[in-house]
Every structure is written in C-alpha cells, then in structure tokens.
C-alpha cells in the first residue's frame, strides 16, 4: 500500500498564491507518476497537472502558466504552485500516485478562493 499526506490548502483571495504539498510513504518501489486532481462541487474530478519520475509534466490547458507541477523523488513529495488563484479554483484537490498501473489516491485538501 502507498500512503499519500496532502497539506498546504486553505482560504486565499482572487490574485493570491497557495503550494500544495503530497508525501508518500509505504511500499514504494516506483512511483512512475505523481500529479494533482481536483473535484469543485457538482463537478468531476478533474486532472490539473501529473508528472513522472523523470521530471516530464503535463498540465490542463486551462491551468498552464499558472500552477506550477514539481517533484522532489528523494523525498518522494509532489508540490503543486498555485498563482494568480481564481475563484473557479475553488475545489477540493487530491493528490494522486501511479506505481505499475495503481492508482493511489490522498484524502484531498480544500482550496477555496474568495474575497
């Protein structure tokens, strides 16, 4: 089993910057693929950036030139930059993980984005 902590969410205002952070932890061998999703409410799950183990990120296109993907494998943590945060980045954000076709999910950390 593989153990994903997310942290870093919370209340920011339009135009603010907020860093989600992910740690895993548990029978890791190979984490191929590490990445962010997020769920606003009534809406479905959506990816908002994945990376690999190499460093190669994939982004929505709705959200490039604002978040950021980045990885650190030796502390085997995921951080997602969030800037210039809009109000219809209001969601809750789960952090996920692939190991040999796995998927491994967080328990999601809010982000809301209001005055």
């Known amino acids: 089993q593989v153990q994903l902590v997310e942290s870093g969410g919370g209340l920011v205002q339009p135009g603010g910057s907020l860093r989600l952070s992910c740690a895993a932890s548990g029978m890791i061998f190979r984490l191929n693929r590490m990445g962010w999703y997020r769920q606003a409410p009534e809406k479905e799950r959506e990816l908002v950036a994945d990376?690999?183990?190499?460093?190669?990120?994939n982004y929505a296109d709705s959200l490039k030139g604002r978040f950021t993907i980045s990885r650190d494998n030796a502390k085997i943590t995921v951080y997602l930059q969030m800037n210039n945060l809009k109000p219809e980045d209001t969601a809750v954000y789960y952090c996920?993980?692939?190991?040999?076709?796995?998927?491994?999910w967080g328990q999601g950390t809010q982000v809301t984005v209001s005055s």
């Open positions: 990376i690999t183990d190499g460093g190669s990120a």
């Open positions: 996920n993980a692939v190991q040999y076709g796995h998927a491994y």
